[in-house]
């Protein structure tokens, strides 16, 4: 069965750390483009990081949106089949259903989604 599954989600005190996995299952996630989302109550989707495909040409590049650079790091784990996100320093703001996606090199849209898991930063 092809599918994302992401893992990790929890309740954290502000200034905590936490590891979410995104882990596919019946395709090679290297071979795609992994992106992390995060959705608020009452707020719109946002992009929160992404780490290229394996394409010989830009394999590994990262990005961040500004909010979350120098606290989130997204890597890959190709044993596992997996692409993790550490947060560090997590504040309230953080707090969001966190969802990855994975788009096949050259493809126009996200071909998987995951199903989400909560993130709730607050003491």
């Known amino acids: 069965q092809v599918q994302l599954v992401e893992s990790g989600g929890a309740l954290v005190q502000p200034g905590g750390s936490l590891r979410l996995s995104c882990a596919a299952s019946?395709?090679?996630?290297?071979?795609?483009?992994v992106a992390w989302f995060r959705q608020a109550p009452g707020k719109e989707r946002e992009g929160v990081s992404c780490i290229s495909g394996r394409d010989g040409s830009s394999d590994g590049t990262t990005y961040y949106t500004i909010s979350v650079r120098g606290r989130f790091t997204i890597s890959r784990d190709n044993a596992k089949n997996t692409v993790d996100l550490q947060m560090n320093s997590l504040e309230p703001e953080d707090t969001a259903v966190y969802y990855c996606a994975a788009q096949a090199v050259g493809a126009s849209n996200y071909n998987y989604w995951g199903q989400g898991t909560q993130v709730t930063v607050s003491s």
């Open positions: 019946g395709f090679v996630l290297d071979y795609y483009a």
